[in-house]
Structure formats: structure tokens, C-alpha cells
């Protein structure tokens, strides 16, 4: 039983041998027949042979002879557009039998040669012969793929590198950014070859076989062309020493240059040519006479130089708190309030102004102070700029484009700053030269007072003796025959007395602040030209009221004023058919309102000769703390008003002395002032107030001097007048509101927008011109709050 069973197991044992022996024989006849595209495909993922390990029949034409490397040799087959190559390791031969052009039949196993799918054969059959395949022309970009490999092609590219591995040289060509590798492999025939007579840069055609060598998968990466030998690349193109893009390039760039050069040495030239234009326009400026002729020569010369189409002028009238435009003869006057700015350019204007910094408006339709559009059309671009001069600013300076809109460039805007600088200096240089001749004529008027003066009094006691001997003559008992004259004779005594001691008040000029009413003053100067004026035919309008309108002031001074007032009105009533003289005296809110009218003809302009009146009693005006305006309006005749500030008939100057009640300081300690006020004689007149009141005053004329004294050393109270130069009053009370009790501003007359904006915590508004009362209740005020060591009565 069990030798059956051993037999029986022998006998299996014999039988799977032969099973497995018969199977291995129908491994070698089952091949499986591919095309080449079938046995070149590749699984996803790795990117390897899909039919790797697996026995196929391939057919194909060999394209190129067998590449011999030290290790394998390879021989290339392609039919259609597929490709493969065939492997056998080193010592076999028979791949070197075929040629190119042949037709053979392969059996063999798929493997892989670093990532390129190949052919191991075990049985070559050739089956026909045909003419060798051409190489197909490839773009270098196809190369880079598997599309192409194994089959025979050619492509051109600029040579970007050549070096030598140890199993043969190389060379890399690029077309773009795409990069391939040109390989010439050594073989046992040619073990040394190596490529000459190519360098970087030279475009090369080279053919042969698409191949991969990528050792690492994913195997998708480093595809070659494997050539049998050098001269397998041809030279297309040498390469240029400097590349032709290069010398384009440089002579692209020289062109620009010059270019350039010579476009920023013609805008060089352009602006070196307005830079003296608009410099000697500014010498002109500064040696105008007057401020028309400035706007003259400005509007004349500036539109050619920045290419606007209008230039205007504004100024600040300080008394009004207006701007002014400054118009030719005959032009239709604009005076813009700084309160209540209207809309369109004016309020450009204004804003520049507050603001205190240039202004540039591109586009007007888009601006934020809107003009309404006209049948003519307005303009299309403005251009506002500050007049600065010593940190103030006199005006505004404005450009109109009318016919487009434009952006004005830095350069212009810095231009057109300058040019506005020089105006306000200009402008300055003026009322300086316009003081200095008034200056001139008060000292040659005071010379003329002080002769007239010597005059009078040889005349005074005449006179008086005329008039006290009439008046004793009708004083007698009994009446004598010529009573009558002799009553003629006193009068007209007194009348010449009076008439002597007016000439002695207008000569003198009188300086010292009295209350003068204003009523008064000017029926005595009616009465004074009354007579005159019957000769002329004019006929006066007296509507100056009963009661007192008292202001303080000046008698002498406001008698020159309104007399100026009156004789130019004489003047422009020469040669109107109805002649009269209109003196209307009103209140209103503080203020005194004064205006002189007169018939005009209608021929001519008012404006003729009222500059220089004007100038001079805007003058003495403003040092009254008013105003003074030649106002037209359709319809009315023309008239000057005169503001002047109201002063309480109660308010008298008191005397001085020098123990002034509270002029001792408790503690006993006295309250130091800092005065910054650039007028002398009000800063004179100020600093005899404050001492007769036991203050010690250090007095400045400009705010940077103040602002520096102030933080060196400690002051209770800082007066500071609104027009002290340098840093401006807002700014400066701002900084010394920490260091100082009490901060009193000195404005132009009273301001009630002004007191009600700037007074309160320690801030205090004084008028001009200065009222002893005012000072007294400021003062007051500054001791109840604490902000000054309280005065002893």
C-alpha cells in the first residue's frame, strides 16, 4: 500500500514538470502582436512601460543603424507615427546586421532602458526592404514629449551650452524658453569623439532619434536626441560677436537718449526763458507806481508767459474786511466780503484767502465752488494765489483759462507764487512810499501850523481887544450913535476868533484823543464853507441830527477828513447843472454812520481824484478804528460813508498821575505785560496807560520776538495788535495759552464777529482806538477771573 502510494506521487511529481515545461513552451509561441504606439504607451502614475514584462510582435522599419554604447547597444524602428527601440546588452551583435531602410518582424519583451520603453528581442525576422525613412522636421517644443520618441526627426535651436559626460559629449539648444539635449554617445568604435567648430550662440540643425533618459520616475522628464556622430549638427546661423538684438537694442537706446536730451534741453530752455520773463516782470512790478499799473503790466505780459486768458487782482481791505479787485478805468468794481463770500470764483477767492495757501481748480465744472454757465461762457480753470509779505497776506492773485481746462504744473503753480510775493511786496512797497509822502506833507503841514500858529497868536490879542472893547462899548449906560456898528464889530470879532482858533485845531493836527461830536464838527464845517458855496451856486442839504453822536478821536484830524471829503465834492460838482451837498449823521449798533452826498452829472466817472482822498482818509479813519467807502448804486447818487465807532458821552479821558488808583499790586508784587504792536505811537500811547496803572511793560514790535521773550521769561498778560508781523495772532495765542493768564487781542475798531469767535477762557478783544474805559474794563475783567494778581484800589 505504501509503495503505491510513493509510485503515486512519483508519478504527480513527473507529470507537473512536464505541465510546467509544456507552459513555458506555450509562453514563447503565445506573443501577443502590438503596434509600435501600443508598445510605447505608458501607465499613469509613474509614467512606465504599460506592457512591461510582457512578450509581444512588433513590425516596424529601422531608421537609423544600431547605436553601440559601452554597455547596450540600441537600434531604432518606426511605421507610422510610432516609434520604439530595440535592447541587447553588451556582447550581443545582432542588431548590427540591419540597416536603415529594413523591414523586420521582432519578438521580445517590453522593458524599460531609464524610463524609455524598449524591446528586448528573442527572434529578429526581416521581412522586406525599402529606401531609409526620412527624418520628419519636429519644432523643438514637440521633442519634449513622448509623441516622438523612437522615431527619427529634426529640429534646429541656438546652442546654449556644450560640455562631456563620461559616456560622451553634449550640447543643449533652446528655441524660446524650451530646452532639449543634443547626446553623442562613445561607443568601442569611437570612444573619444567630442564636438568642435560649434560655440554658444550658433543656431544648429541637428537629426536623429527622440529618446528619454530619466533614471528616476516619475518618468515624464529629460528627453534627448541621440546622434551617431558630430557632424550629425550642422551649422545654420553663426552666432554674432554681439548679438544683432543686443546692437539694436544699444542703438534703440542712443536714439532715446538723444531724445530725450534734447527734448529736456528744449523744456530747459522754455522754462529758462519764462523763469526770466516772469523775473523781469517782477522787477517791473516792484518799480510800478501804483496798483493798476501792477495789474496793467501784469495782465499785459502774464497771459503770454503761463498761456491763461485773464489775470486779476484782489486786495484786502482791512477796515471793510473786503477784497478788492483793483479795475481799470471804467470797469464795473467788485469788492468781495470775507464774512460771507458769494458763489462762483469769489468764493475761490475767499477761500484762498482764510486759507492762506494756493489754490488750483482744473476743471470748474467739477470744483466745489460751482460758477453758473453764461452765454459766453466763463472760465474753465482758475488758479488762486496768496500775495504773502512777512507772513501776511496783502491779497489774492488770480489766473482764469477761458477756453479749456488745464492742469497747472508745480513749475507754474511755483511761478505764479513767486510773481505773487513780488506783488504783495510791491503792493507793500506802495503804502509804504504812500505813508512816506504823507509823512512828507504832515511835516510839511506841521512847518505851515507852526508859522500859522505864530500868526494867530500875534493876532488873538488884537482880535481879543476888538472884542472887548465892542462889548464894552455896549455895555455902556448910555447908548451912544454907533451902537449899532459897534454890535457888527463884536461880532465879527468873534466870528474871526473862531475862525482863528479852527485854523490853529487844523494846523496843529491835534493827536490827542478827545471826545469829539461829530454833529457839532460838521455843521461848523458847512458854516465854515457856506459861504463859498452860495458863490458857486451850490446848494447844501443839512440832515445832521439834533442830538450828540459822539466818538473818540481826533478833532483836528477828522475836521481834514470831512473837509477833504466836502472839497472834493465841490470839485466834481464844477460843472453839473443842479448842484447840491447832502451831510446825513445816523446810529447804528455802536457805530457812528456818516455820509456825504452830491448831485453827479452823469458825465465822467466819480472815481476821478477820490484815490488820493481816499487814501488819505482810510488812513486817519482806520486809526479811529472805522471805515470810509465811495459808494455808487444804480439809480442814487453817489456818496462817501464814514463808520466810526461810538463812544459813551460819560467816557472822558481822566487825568493821569502818577498814584492812579490800583497802580499797587498785592502781594506786592507787579503784573507784567508783553505789548507786541507794530505802531509806535499806539504802542507809546498804550504803554503810558499801563504804567500809570503799576504795570511793567516790555513792548515788541512782531509776534516771533514776542512768542520768544514769552517762552524765556513770565509774563501774566500779552497785548498783541491783529497786524503784528511775523506769526500770525491765532497760532500765537495757541502756543502762549498755557504760559500767560490773560491774551488781549488789539482789532481795528469793534468787531463783534470777532469778541464773539475769540473772547472767553482767558481771551480778551480791545478796540482801536484805544478808549481809557475799555482798557479799564478788560483789565477789571482780567482781575475778577483770576487770570492777573488782583489790583489794590
Not at 77 to 95: A, K, M, N, P, S
Not at 153 to 165: K, L, M, N, P
Not at 502 to 519: I, K, M, P, T, Y
Not at 641 to 647: K, N, Q
Request: aromatic fraction near 6%; proline fraction near 6%; glycine fraction near 10%.
Amino acid at each position: 500500500m505504501a509503495s503505491s502510494t510513493s509510485g503515486a506521487g512519483i508519478r504527480r511529481t513527473g507529470t507537473l514538470a512536464l505541465a510546467a515545461l509544456l507552459l513555458s513552451a506555450a509562453r514563447i509561441d503565445a506573443q501577443t502582436p502590438l503596434t509600435l504606439e501600443q508598445a510605447a504607451s505608458r501607465r499613469t502614475g509613474d509614467y512606465a512601460p504599460a506592457w512591461s514584462g510582457l512578450l509581444v510582435t512588433v513590425h516596424g522599419q529601422v531608421s537609423t543603424p544600431a547605436y553601440r554604447f559601452l554597455d547596450y547597444t540600441l537600434l531604432p524602428i518606426q511605421q507610422g507615427t510610432g516609434g520604439i527601440v530595440l535592447h541587447v546588452t553588451e556582447g550581443d551583435t545582432r542588431l548590427d546586421a540591419y540597416q536603415a531602410g529594413d523591414w523586420i518582424e521582432v519578438t521580445g519583451t517590453v522593458s524599460a532602458v531609464s524610463g524609455m520603453p524598449v524591446i528586448d528581442p528573442a527572434r529578429i525576422a526581416v521581412t522586406g526592404r525599402d529606401q531609409a525613412p526620412r527624418p520628419e522636421r519636429v519644432p523643438l517644443t514637440a521633442l519634449l514629449g513622448f509623441q516622438q520618441l523612437g522615431r527619427l526627426v529634426e529640429t534646429e535651436g541656438q546652442i546654449t551650452e556644450i560640455g562631456e559626460t563620461t559616456k560622451g559629449p553634449y550640447v543643449l539648444i533652446s528655441a524660446g524658453e524650451a530646452v532639449y539635449k543634443l547626446f553623442i554617445p562613445h561607443s568601442p568604435q569611437q570612444p573619444a569623439a567630442g564636438v568642435a567648430g560649434l560655440s554658444v550662440g550658433d543656431k544648429v540643425r541637428s537629426t536623429g532619434v527622440a529618446l528619454q533618459y530619466c533614471p528616476l520616475p516619475p518618468y515624464n522628464r529629460w528627453f534627448e536626441m541621440l546622434l551617431h556622430e558630430p557632424g550629425d549638427i550642422i551649422l545654420v546661423e553663426r552666432s554674432w560677436f554681439v548679438p544683432p538684438s543686443l546692437i539694436g537694442g544699444v542703438v534703440s537706446a542712443l536714439v532715446a537718449l538723444v531724445l530725450i536730451v534734447w527734448w529736456r534741453e528744449r523744456r530747459l530752455r522754455a522754462q529758462r526763458e519764462r523763469l526770466r520773463k516772469i523775473y523781469q516782470l517782477g522787477e517791473e512790478v516792484l518799480g510800478a507806481s501804483s496798483a493798476d499799473a501792477v495789474v496793467q503790466r501784469i495782465g499785459n505780459i502774464l497771459p503770454e508767459i503761463l498761456g491763461v486768458s485773464r489775470v486779476r487782482l484782489f486786495l484786502h481791505d482791512r477796515g471793510s474786511k473786503t477784497l478788492d479787485a483793483v479795475v481799470a478805468d471804467g470797469a464795473e468794481p467788485i469788492s468781495i466780503p470775507l464774512a460771507s463770500p458769494p458763489g462762483g470764483t469769489h468764493a475761490g477767492a475767499a477761500a484762498c484767502f482764510h486759507y492762506r495757501t494756493l489754490l488750483s481748480i482744473p476743471d470748474i465744472s467739477r470744483s466745489p465752488f460751482p460758477i453758473a454757465s453764461t452765454e459766453g461762457g466763463g472760465p474753465k480753470s482758475l488758479l488762486f494765489v496768496p500775495m504773502l509779505t512777512q507772513g501776511e497776506v496783502v491779497g489774492v492773485f488770480e489766473l482764469d483759462q477761458d477756453d479749456r481746462a488745464r492742469e497747472f504744473t508745480p513749475d507754474e503753480q511755483a511761478l505764479a507764487q513767486h510773481l505773487g510775493n513780488q506783488i504783495g511786496v510791491a503792493l507793500r512797497l506802495l503804502d509804504q512810499r504812500s505813508v512816506q509822502e504823507q509823512l512828507f506833507r504832515t511835516e510839511k503841514m506841521a512847518a505851515v501850523g507852526r508859522l500859522i500858529s505864530g500868526v494867530v497868536n500875534e493876532l488873538k490879542a488884537p482880535l481879543a481887544s476888538i472884542a472887548d472893547l465892542a462889548d464894552l462899548a455896549q455895555n455902556k449906560p448910555h447908548p451912544c450913535p454907533a451902537e449899532r456898528e459897534i454890535a457888527g464889530i463884536a461880532a465879527e470879532a468873534k466870528k474871526a476868533s473862531g475862525i482863528v482858533a479852527r485854523l490853529v485845531s487844523f494846523a496843529a493836527g491835534q493827536v490827542e484823543s478827545s471826545l469829539v461830536d461829530v454833529n457839532v464838527l460838521l455843521r461848523n464845517l458847512i458854516e465854515f464853507r457856506l459861504a463859498d458855496w452860495k458863490a458857486s451856486g451850490i446848494r447844501v442839504c443839512d440832515l445832521t441830527g439834533e442830538d450828540s453822536i459822539c466818538v473818540l478821536g481826533s478833532q483836528g484830524q477828522l475836521e481834514q477828513v470831512f473837509l477833504n471829503l466836502l472839497v472834493h465834492g465841490e470839485q466834481l460838482l464844477a460843472d453839473a447843472p443842479e448842484r447840491v451837498i447832502s451831510v446825513r449823521t445816523s446810529q447804528l449798533a455802536k457805530r457812528a454812520l456818516i455820509e456825504i452826498g452830491f448831485s453827479f452829472p452823469g458825465e465822467g466817472s466819480p472815481d476821478e481824484g477820490a484815490a488820493g482822498v481816499l487814501g488819505v482818509a482810510r488812513s486817519v479813519i482806520a486809526g479811529h478804528g472805522g471805515t470810509v467807502r465811495l459808494v455808487r448804486k444804480a439809480g442814487a447818487e453817489p456818496h462817501f460813508e464814514i463808520e466810526l465807532p461810538l463812544a459813551a458821552r460819560e467816557s472822558r479821558p481822566p487825568a493821569r498821575s502818577a498814584t492812579v488808583p490800583g497802580a499797587a499790586l498785592a502781594a506786592g508784587r507787579q503784573v507784567t505785560a508783553l505789548v507786541i504792536e507794530p505802531d509806535d505811537g499806539f504802542q507809546r500811547q498804550l504803554l503810558t496807560l499801563l504804567a500809570a496803572r503799576g504795570y511793567r511793560v516790555v513792548p515788541v514790535n512782531n509776534s516771533d520776538t514776542g512768542l520768544e521773550l514769552a517762552q524765556r521769561l513770565h509774563f501774566d498778560t500779552v497785548f498783541c495788535s491783529v497786524h503784528s508781523p511775523g506769526l500770525n495772532w491765532v497760532e500765537l495765542s495757541e502756543r502762549l495759552h498755557s504760559r500767560i493768564g490773560a491774551f488781549i487781542l488789539l482789532s481795528d475798531g469793534y468787531d463783534a464777529e470777532l469778541a464773539g469767535d475769540f473772547e472767553g477762557d482767558g481771551r480778551f478783544v480791545l478796540p482801536k482806538p484805544l478808549q481809557e474805559a475799555e482798557l479799564e474794563r478788560v483789565l477789571a475783567a482780567t482781575d475778577r477771573s483770576g487770570l492777573a494778581p488782583a489790583r489794590t484800589a
